[in-house]
């Protein structure tokens, strides 16, 4: 890369960090600096939040100031480099780097390759591989090696794989274009590098062949299938045995190709240094779907497929949609399709299964599969907002100055497809479906039918090979037609005979000629694809036979051999051979090792069985017990780790749907590590709340209470409100059908707290009334003491203060009836927060440290930190600002932005207020700037509203009136819509103060005066 006009700067970063500027490379300071420009460098143009920064240069373990120390770095680097301040700007919370192509190694690596590309379709390969050698002289080694940390390592892999692409890619070119001694020396350095990868290895074994040295190319397969037995346990693949074949056969086609090259699969994307708002890692997310190996005609719909994808001319989002009937092979084209656009969508390639049409399943909601898609992207779960409204904003804006291409498989309607779609120019969107959504604008449509039978005869043929089909050239004809050329029926048919050498093509057309073995539920004319998924099902043996059907009553999208286990009443090794049998026979899938999952087509076949006359329901009802017993037994191990001194509620009826040998008690996985139970929840939640359903609709009562009380545990801790809502509803209704009182108190004590977190106190206080009753009609003084609690906490939500105080004066004298004593500190944490509303600081000061020891001493970390911030309010209240900040601070040590953004929100904002009031101006901006980005990111509205009025009254003793309104007149909206009237009171006051502060004292006056009579409703005295 050339230095350029003297003084003008030029990066490169694809090997060492180096800058030079007028031919002289630059001196940049030490190890951070390097890290934080390198990482704005691999994302150039485009904003990356202070946050990620600090991540790449310290990775996990960042310094108190590491925030300020990356902003001294900035600013150092633009010392440092010519034209750096304009160069290296601020950009909202974070910094870009505003770098030319020409610049940066990078960026030009990018465009050769994608000019390679251009050259090849064009029909120039010649001209391809120059491009692809100027690529490739441009990289000079890993990015900062020894030095990058983590977050830049994970970027240089992906940068490698880039390399790795593209020289595979150069070396079959010079190979198409007659090149083969030459070859030899390049290629066995490669295969000593890869000594796993097929493709180097099958190179070198053509260039030697080409060369007239067969021996030495056959000694190359030898040693590959030894090295890939004993290091995997594998056989080479498909097209390097075909390869070795063809040169035993001295087959001809072997020979130098007349014709230009095919145009070659797509390079892997380019890494960004930034997975959206919330940083994850600092490569790309890629989750297509692999791309089929023998995909084999649709060549007119790809070509099609391909120019409708062309980028506009007038810069607007391009949507291409695909529709067809099940089976007919949407998703293997559209997938296709993306692979080779991959490398122009350098920011991500992200696929969905939308379930539209998926037997037995409700289509996605569209808040469900963006939050899927903003998590894909780096941001925090905790982060994204509950409503549909919040996350298709930030949906929005994590896309925007991207450039995405989001595959969207498997659509239900219009109405599910448009909150996905991106809305800014640059980003692709490719969607499936089994319907043409007339009431989708924008979209280019094209649909496609079955195969051809010349598309559906190549398809066996590479399946089965040439001389197998050559052989019965009109059994192949009808094996496609009787398959109604359906992708999904081919691909099935033609793996059984793959696993039946002995079986020919007569035989299994012959099977198919019976037209009752036919799902009808897909057709082409008279002809469906049942047929072919029957003769796969009664292919197997009795026990395959039973398992395939049993494991179709697994609620989720996709088992693991756990939960196989459990349906299936084996152990989990025999649970797995079951279903790597069903792998091999193509009735399930593997997207991921130890999971697998049913294509919809087969769940719709398997469901179909239990269904059928004869079907032995009992046998079928023990097995999905046996599966909620699993679920039950992981979700207690989980829990256990996750929340100790959890009080345990009666006993769950284990076993009780029959003989339980090999249940879940006896299966289930280890729970051992945080991270582990975290996960296993994080994966399992849609599954378990559909089991949960389920299962009270089939009336395993004691099991479905059981289980909700488990996964709202979860649900409430990673704000999954809705769903939160969902299973604790479902479980009174369970424990209302058994009748048992225990049960119906804690699971009415859950539903009415699930109504608190989603703001809906008036919802909730019925639902509490009705838990109190409960305990008291049944003695139960633990659940009188935990109703009194959340009744007290709904009311004052509400501005009912006097019966709040009661209600949480009741509970605070009955705490040592409280089984679990985190209840008890969330008591004196409500009782607190009313008395700092009234004004009874003292009071509030001794209810909230009552509340901090006691969770102290149960090491109850979440409720100390709420303790600590209900603390440190009531001393702000009293005017003791040094306490007030000892307190706050201990609360931000404790705190965890991630995993606890709403408390830690409301931590950094009190610590603003405590910082002003102490003269530390510039800290208390920090704090603010920080707590107003993470509750704006993720935040319910009883908190948005909280700590928006506290940073407005911040902002308002700064003199930034505006600013001040604007906090004011946005906590009042949050509050309002909830009625939560302490809340809608401090906003309309802070409103005055600001219209005062702006010198509007008309509106300031009669804000002033619609808080006093707020104030007056709540507390009978007006301020």
């Known amino acids: ?75 150092d680097l633009r010392q440092r480099i010519p034209d750096g301040p304009s160069m290296i700007v601020t950009d909202g919370p974070g910094y870009r780097v505003d770098v030319a192509r020409e610049q940066l190694d990078l960026s030009l690596f990018s465009d050769r390759l994608r000019e390679a590309r251009d050259a090849l379709e064009a029909g120039h390969p010649a001209e391809a591989v120059e491009l692809l050698r100027t690529a490739l002289v441009l990289w000079r080694g890993p990015v900062l090696p020894g ?220 808040g469900t599969v963006i939050g899927t898609l903003l998590r894909t992207l780096g941001v925090a779960g905790e982060r994204i907002p509950d409503d549909l409204d919040g996350r298709v904003a930030l949906w929005r804006a994590t896309l925007a100055n991207r450039r995405v291409l989001l595959v969207l498989d498997n659509a239900a309607d219009a109405a599910q497809i448009r909150p996905l779609l991106p809305s ?65 029926a081919l691909r099935i048919a033609t793996a059984r005979l793959r696993n039946r050498p002995l079986w020919t093509l007569g035989h299994l057309v012959g099977r198919l000629r019976d037209e009752t073995r036919r799902l009808d539920e897909l057709k082409s004319g008279d002809r469906s694809v049942e047929a072919t998924l029957r003769m796969s099902y009664h292919g197997l043996d009795a026990r395959h036979r039973e398992a395939f059907r049993l494991l179709g009553l697994h609620p989720g999208a996709e088992t693991d051999t756990d939960s196989a286990a459990a349906l299936l009443d084996t152990g989990s090794p025999e649970a797995e051979e079951v279903l790597e049998h069903l792998l091999d026979m193509h009735l399930v899938e593997q997207h991921e090792i130890g999971r697998y999952t049913f294509h919809d087509l087969v769940r719709s076949f398997a469901q179909r069985l239990s269904e059928e006359e004869g079907a032995d329901t009992g046998q079928e009802r023990a097995a999905f017990g046996r599966l909620l017993d699993h679920f039950l037994a992981v979700t207690d191990q989980a829990c256990g780790v996750l929340y100790p001194g959890r009080v345990p509620v009666g006993a769950a009826a284990h076993g009780s749907t029959g003989d339980t040998r090999g249940t879940a008690a006896a299966v289930a996985p280890s729970s051992g ?11 399992e939640h849609g599954a378990l709340l559909s089991a949960v359903a389920r299962a009270e609709r089939l009336g395993f009562l004691d099991q479905t209470v059981h289980l909700s009380r488990n996964l709202v545990f979860h649900l409430n801790s990673r704000s999954h409100l809705e769903e939160y809502r969902q299973a604790a509803t479902i479980a009174v209704a369970a424990a209302r059908g058994l009748g048992n009182p225990g049960l119906l ?24 009334e009705e838990a109190l009753g409960v305990a008291k009609d049944h003695g139960d003084r633990n659940g009188e003491a935990v109703c009194l609690s959340l009744l007290g906490l709904l009311h004052s939500c509400l501005g009912h203060f006097p019966e709040a105080q009661g209600y949480l004066e009741q509970a605070v004298e009955r705490r040592h009836d409280m089984a679990d004593g985190r209840q008890g500190a969330y008591a004196w944490c409500s009782l607190s927060t009313v008395y700092t509303w009234l004004g009874r600081y003292q009071e509030a000061v001794v209810a909230a440290e009552h509340a901090v020891r006691l969770s102290r001493e149960l090491g109850a970390r979440a409720e100390e930190i709420t303790a600590l911030t209900d ?16 307190v706050v601070e201990r609360a931000l040590d404790l705190g965890d932005e991630v995993r606890m953004p709403e408390e830690y929100a409301h931590a950094l904002a009190l610590a603003a207020d405590v910082s002003q009031w102490l003269g530390a101006a510039e800290q208390s901006v920090g704090y603010a700037e920080r707590a107003l980005h993470l509750i704006r990111s993720k935040g319910t ?62 509106e300031a006056a009669a804000h002033r005066l619609g808080a006093d009579e707020l104030y007056a409703g709540m507390t009978g005295v007006r301020r």
């Not at 030490?30 to 920064?53: E, H, K, N």
């Not at 989708?440 to 043929?461: N, V």
């Not at 309010?873 to 007030?884: I, V, Y």
């Open 1 to 75: 890369m050339d230095d350029g006009a003297r003084g003008e700067a030029r990066f490169a970063i694809l090997g060492p960090l180096e800058v030079r500027a007028g031919g002289v490379r630059l001196r940049l300071g030490g190890p951070i600096q390097a890290r934080v420009l390198t990482t704005l460098l691999l994302d150039p143009c485009r904003m990356v939040p202070v946050s990620r920064l600090v991540e790449a240069a310290w990775d996990d373990e960042p310094p108190a100031t590491a925030a300020h120390q990356v902003r001294k770095a900035i600013a």
């Open 147 to 366: 030095g990058g940390g983590s977050v830049i390592a994970a970027a240089s892999v992906v940068l490698e794989e880039r390399r790795l692409a593209a020289v595979e890619q150069l070396m079959e070119l010079r190979l198409t274009l007659g090149e083969s001694r030459e070859l030899i020396g390049d290629l066995r350095e490669l295969v000593a590098e890869h000594p796993l990868g097929e493709s180097f290895r099958g190179q070198l074994m053509l260039a030697l062949y080409r060369s007239g040295r067969q021996a030495e190319a056959l000694a190359e397969y030898a040693r590959a299938r030894e090295l890939l037995v004993e290091e995997l346990g594998i056989e080479p693949g498909p097209q390097l045995t075909r390869l070795h074949e063809a040169i035993l056969r001295d087959s001809p086609e072997l020979t130098v190709p007349d014709a230009a090259p095919a145009k070659p699969a797509a390079a892997p994307p380019t890494p960004a240094a930034t997975g959206g708002p919330e940083p994850g890692t600092a490569a790309a997310p890629c989750t297509l779907p692999h791309d089929l190996t023998d995909f084999a005609g649709r060549d007119r719909e790809l070509t099609r497929l391909l120019e409708y994808a062309a980028p506009p001319q007038d810069g607007a989002v391009r949507i291409v949609a695909v529709d067809g009937m099940g089976g007919s092979g949407k998703t293997a084209l559209v997938v296709r399709g993306a692979h080779r656009l991959a490398d122009r969508y350098p920011d991500g390639q992200l696929f969905v299964d939308l379930r539209g049409f998926t037997p037995g399943e409700q289509p996605m909601r569209p």
């Open 424 to 488: 800014h120019p640059g980003s692709l969107g490719l969607l499936t479906s089994r319907t043409r959504m007339i009431g989708l604008d924008g979209a280019e449509w094209m649909s496609i039918g079955t195969m051809s039978p010349s598309d559906s005869l190549a398809l066996i043929t590479g399946a089965l090979g040439e001389e197998r089909t050559l052989g019965e050239p009109e059994a192949a004809a009808e094996l496609a037609a009787l398959c109604g050329n359906l992708p999904l």
């Open 673 to 683: 590590q945080v991270a582990e139970a975290e996960a296993f929840f994080e994966r």
């Open 745 to 768: 108190r804690v699971s009415l004590s859950n539903l009415g707290s699930a109504w608190w977190r989603l703001g809906r106190f008036r919802d909730g206080i019925p639902v509490a």
């Open 871 to 886: 603390l440190t309010a009531a001393l702000l209240g009293a005017g003791e600002h040094p306490a007030a900040r000892a």
């Open 941 to 1002: 509205a009883t908190r948005q509203a909280t700590v928006q009025n506290i940073l407005g009254r911040v902002h308002c003793r700064r003199g930034e009136f505006e600013q001040a309104l604007e906090l004011h007149r946005s906590a009042r909206f949050h509050a309002g819509a909830i009625e939560y009237r302490i809340e809608v009171a401090h906003a309309v006051e802070g409103m005055a103060e600001a219209l005062d502060g702006m010198g509007d004292v008309r």
